[in-house]
């Protein structure tokens, strides 16, 4: 199971940007899908999760309130909604079907996407 991000960049201090995350050769729509990211020189860290059932949603405290989870299914597509970025949510977000007891990544690691947070 891999699924690919997309949508990094370059954004300001207080920006957003929205990442989107797709499978490729399965559908997505019956696993939980998890957002992380490895910031250089750091280890990868979960940043989110939203289930498949009911949609329940699970937030880090770090972006809690500023980063929202979604999922199209219709679409086949979750995404991660960055708002009031800050330089330290720099790094490559990764996203990846997750077990929801321990909220882990399961299969293996898609491409990232790189999101810059600097002026």
């Known amino acids: 199971v891999q699924l690919q991000a997309s949508g990094g960049g370059l954004v300001q201090p207080g920006g957003s940007l929205r990442l989107s995350c797709a499978a490729s050769?399965?559908?997505?729509?019956?696993?939980?899908i998890g957002w992380f990211r490895q910031a250089p020189g750091k280890a990868r860290e979960r940043v989110s999760c939203?289930?498949?059932?009911?949609?329940?949603?699970y937030y880090e405290e770090s972006v809690k309130g500023r980063f929202t989870i979604s999922r199209d299914n219709a679409k086949h597509t979750a995404y991660l909604q960055m708002n009031s970025l800050r330089p330290e949510d720099t790094a490559v977000y990764y996203c990846?079907?997750?077990?929801?007891?321990?909220?882990?990544?399961?299969?293996?690691w898609g491409q990232g996407t790189l999101v810059t947070v600097s002026s």
């Open positions: 990846a079907a997750v077990n929801w007891a321990t909220m882990t990544a399961l299969g293996s």
């Open positions: 939203i289930s498949s059932d009911d949609g329940t949603t």
């Open positions: 050769g399965f559908t997505s729509d019956y696993y939980n």
